[in-house]
């Protein structure tokens, strides 16, 4: 028999939006699943069709006593206000709170102290003190920051092959690469998909994948600069946070540190004996009904 009271736990992603209702022993009872159902990214139209989706599915199986939502973006002031805006507009039938995607991954592993670093698309690092106060580090989006994150390396890529093509830099096998991971016949395509907005940011950020797998000199060069950014973040937002002991709990997260390969390899090698890696590949979802359950 199921305890009670539930709690509802929602991940409000970019692409999909995954539901969890989770009862008194943070056992799963329910969950759901729908479009994009981030604002910010998405529209708020699309957004708010997805979370009512999503939200109405779970709640078929109880009436929850909390609810939390992550979103990423939210951390900022003025986005975080427009998305309790929306979240309020869904009428949900108790108390809810709001906060960035990357606390919701954290929290659904571990808790404070400790540190979560999310490198998908974008990236961001994010360092929480024994109270639960938070400290960032990047994310600030694809135009200002997220350095090491797969728009970057992406973008990193189409920049190594343009210099070797005008014979600014060394050869590199990018040249021929990245036009052909991208589905078009030369650099000179990928440039004009770029600044006409055929290409968004996930097209670029798909090539970072295969950036971690190309042997060549220009390829590791861009994976260890990316290391270096990531592993920089980490360590400012724990710094920030005041973290004190070794070694400091860290979570990794986003499609770029799930599994073996390059980029994750590098990125531990340079936080060494300083962090001790808990888990990566978290369901958010889990972790937004776990703080749910917390603040109720």
Known sequence: MMGYPLYLGVDAGGT?????????????????TA?????????KGVARRSLEGAVREALRFGRPAAAHLGFAGAGRRRDLERIEALVRSLGLPCPFTVSDDAKIAFYAVAGPPGAILVCGTGSIAVAYAPDGASCRA????????????GYWIGREAVRAALRAADGRGGPTRLVEKVPELLGFASLDEVVSAVYEGGMGRSGLAGLAKHVLEIEDSAAHRIVSDAADELALSVRAAVESARIEGDPTPLVLSGG???GENALRRAVEARLGRDFEVLASNPVPAIGAARIARFSA
């Not at 994009?36 to 998405?42: E, I, K, Q, V």
């Open 16 to 32: 999909k939006t995954h539901a969890v209702l989770v009862d008194a022993d943070g056992e799963m009872i329910a969950e759901a």
């Open 35 to 43: 479009g994009p159902g981030n604002p910010l990214s998405a529209g």
């Open 138 to 149: 990047g994310g600030h989006g694809y135009l200002l920051g997220d350095e090491g994150s």
């Open 256 to 258: 770029l540190l799930n």
